[in-house]
Each structure stands twice: as C-alpha cells, then as structure tokens.
T-cell receptor
Framework: AQSVTQPDIHITVSEGASLELRCNYSYGATPYLFWYVQSPGQGLQLLLKYFSGDTLVQGIKGFEAEFKRSQSSFNLRKPSVHWSDAAEYFCAVGLTSGTYKYIFGTGTRLKVLA | KAGVTQTPRYLIKTRGQQVTLSCSPISGHRSVSWYQQTPGQGLQFLFEYFSETQRNKGNFPGRFSGRQFSNSRSEMNVSTLELGDSALYLC?????????????FGPGTRLTVL
C-alpha cells in the first residue's frame, strides 16, 4: 500500500543547531514530493517540492530537501535552526496511480530550545 | 494574489447539529480539496471537487458532503455532528486536478463539537 512515514513524532533542537527531518515513502514509482510547515492553529504552508531534475531542492526559510531514490526518502534539512522554526512539519507525496492524490505523513513536531 | 480563505475560522456546535464550512480558492484555481486534521489521525482526505463535480472521495461517512460552485468556491457540510467530528478542517486549492500540482492550503476552520 502507498504510504508516507515520518518516523520522528517529536524533535527538539537548540537554536543554531542543524536539523534533519526524515520522510520515507512507499510507492512503486517516483512520486511528487512536498514538505509543508504548520504553525499552531494555522494551515499548511509549502516549504518546497520536488517533481523531477536536481535531487537537492531549495525551499523557503532556508530549508532544503534531498530526494534519494535508492532509499525512498525525501529528508528535510536546515543548517541552523531559528526559534521561529518551531512548528509541525508534514511530508506529502503526490501519486499518479489512477487519479492523482496526495498522501500526508503524520507530521514531526519541532521544538527549538533557546 | 489572495490566498485560500476559509470561513468561519472557529465554530462551536453541539452533537446532532449540522454545520457548513466555506472555502474560496486562490483566483484561477479550479480544484478544491478538503481535509480533516485531528491529533490522533493526522491529515485525512475528505474529498476533491473540480468543475462542480466531486472527483475523489476519502473514507468518511455520508454525513460529510460537499459541493462546488461555478466560481470554484466550495462548501462542505457535516450533518448530525458527533463529538469525534471536532477537528481542524483544511481546504486546499490547486490549478487543476488529475496532474502533479501543488496544493495551497487555507488557515482552516476549527470545529468544536460539544
């Protein structure tokens, strides 16, 4: 079955430290990949997306993600975390089997220590 | 260009009542999807509309329904509310369905059922 896994429910990092959020998917072909961020009580904001081409994708707010086909992963990274990055992060895949649809991971909640 | 707007932002209802939520997509976007977000279940797909027709539907009971108008605005209705319907309801718009595209989310409607 098609699925998206974010193995870390909670992550805590110190401000200024580097960050990596993991995302793995299960799908027979290369999906379209997205990372969204959600601040408390808000909707989801698109950070970055990968459709094809260069496997290292740059996004907003200093985030980047790397698609690794061999590992079925699309991990999100940031070299230096700011306190304002505290939020929940969702990985999503867009699948084109039959009708196009999105599947979301369960999210990773990021806490940033001052 | 204005983003996706959802009204109302907050709602409090009692069990057995019904509720209607509204979503206005980004100008030019013709596809609208609805999601239910709860702490336990994460983001779950409700349905997708395009050209006033429901294209996809998630695994929700018939109490959940929706429609789309000719201007692409969409409403979703929940009848006979249950306590478990308390959630953040998110609307997302994209240009067209059925092809790889980015979904843009509104801020959501927080529904509380007492």
């Amino acid at each position: 079955a098609q699925s998206v896994t974010q193995p870390d429910i909670h992550i805590t990092v110190s401000e200024g430290a580097s960050l990596e959020l993991r995302c793995n998917y299960s799908y027979g072909a290369t999906p379209y990949l997205f990372w969204y961020v959600q601040s408390p009580g808000q909707g989801l904001q698109l950070l970055l997306k990968y459709f094809s081409g260069d496997t290292l994708v740059q996004g907003i707010k200093g985030f980047e993600a790397e698609f690794k086909r061999s590992q079925s992963s699309f991990n999100l990274r940031k070299p230096s975390v700011h306190w304002s990055d505290a939020a929940e992060y969702f990985c999503a895949v867009g699948l084109t089997s039959g009708t196009y649809k999105y599947i979301f991971g369960t999210g990773t909640r990021l806490k940033v220590l001052a | 260009k204005a983003g996706v707007t959802q009204t109302p932002r907050y709602l409090i209802k009692t069990r057995g009542q019904q509720v209607t939520l509204s979503c206005s997509p980004i100008s030019g976007h013709r596809s609208v999807s609805w999601y239910q977000q709860t702490p336990g279940q994460g983001l779950q797909f409700l349905f997708e509309y395009f050209s006033e027709t429901q294209r996809n539907k998630g695994n929700f009971p018939g109490r959940f329904s929706g429609r789309q108008f000719s201007n692409s605005r969409s409403e979703m209705n929940v009848s006979t509310l249950e306590l478990g319907d308390s959630a953040l309801y998110l609307c997302a718009s994209s240009l067209v369905p059925g092809m790889p595209d980015t979904q843009y989310f509104g801020p959501g409607t927080r529904l509380t059922v007492l």
